[in-house]
T-cell receptor
Framework: DVKVTQSSRYLVKRTGEKVFLECVQD?????MFWYRQDPGLGLRLIYF???????EKGDIPEGYSVSREKKERFSLILESASTNQTSMYLC???????????FGSGTQLSVL | GQNIDQPTEMTATEGAIVQINCTYQ??????LFWYQQHAGEAPTFLSY????GLEEKGRFSSFLSRSKGYSYLLLKELQMKDSASYLC?????????FGAGTTVTVRA
């Protein structure tokens, strides 16, 4: 089974802090994605990556950046956390040969 | 997904059938996904439709009409464990765009 692991289940940070959310997948997938999930809005794509050192903006990239130095790891960075970034963050991956996404269990981030 | 529309909530009785409808923008469309998400858990894959028609997978079936920009997920013989959020997503430009999800509550 594909395993997508997010390093933290719950995270509490203060406004202005730099925040790193880590995601690791064990299936040698080329493509990795970061979504945030908010009630009534569903999953919204923040950033994605097709390969190592490659990144593409999703629908809501403002306030975020990403890093993909190794194929298995995709990091989401909040340079200066704000209260409106309080959300559930979901990482996902997929191979280059299929469309199906495999999701991690999510990180619930609270910015106070 | 701004272009994905699905009902917010549905309630049904154990053993019954529920149909969750989803509409999407047809421009650039490549396929339609359904995911299930239990509270506090990761979304898990249910189905992927590319061609028109009905695909059955056990108690769950998914239908697609490309010309109408319409899909539905049919849940039969409902069980309590089917209480979850069901996410419709279109595959477009190599990305998945999700609707807000439909919360299904199954009552005894």
């Amino acid at each position: 089974d594909v395993k997508v692991t997010q390093s933290s289940r719950y995270l509490v940070k203060r406004t202005g802090e730099k925040v790193f959310l880590e995601c690791v997948q064990d299936m040698d997938h080329e493509n990795m994605f970061w979504y945030r999930q908010d009630p009534g809005l569903g999953l919204r794509l923040i950033y994605f990556s097709y390969d190592v050192k490659m990144k593409e903006k999703g629908d809501i990239p403002e306030g975020y950046s990403v890093s993909r130095e190794k194929k298995e790891r995709f990091s989401l960075i909040l340079e200066s956390a704000s209260t409106n970034q309080t959300s559930m963050y979901l990482c996902a991956s997929r191979s280059g040969e299929e469309e199906k996404l495999f999701f991690g269990s999510g990180t619930q981030l609270s910015v106070l | 997904g701004q272009n994905i529309d699905q009902p917010t909530e549905m309630t049904a009785t154990e053993g019954a059938i529920v149909q969750i409808n989803c509409t999407y923008q047809t421009s650039g469309f490549n396929g339609l996904f359904w995911y299930q998400q239990h509270a506090g858990e990761a979304p898990t894959f249910l189905s992927y439709n590319v061609l028109d028609g009905l695909e059955e997978k056990g108690r769950f079936s998914s239908f697609l009409s490309r010309s109408k920009g319409y899909s539905y997920l049919l849940l039969k013989e409902l069980q309590m464990k089917d209480s979850a959020s069901y996410l419709c997503a279109d595959y477009n430009d190599y990305k998945l765009s999700f609707g807000a999800g439909t919360t299904v509550t199954v009552r005894a």
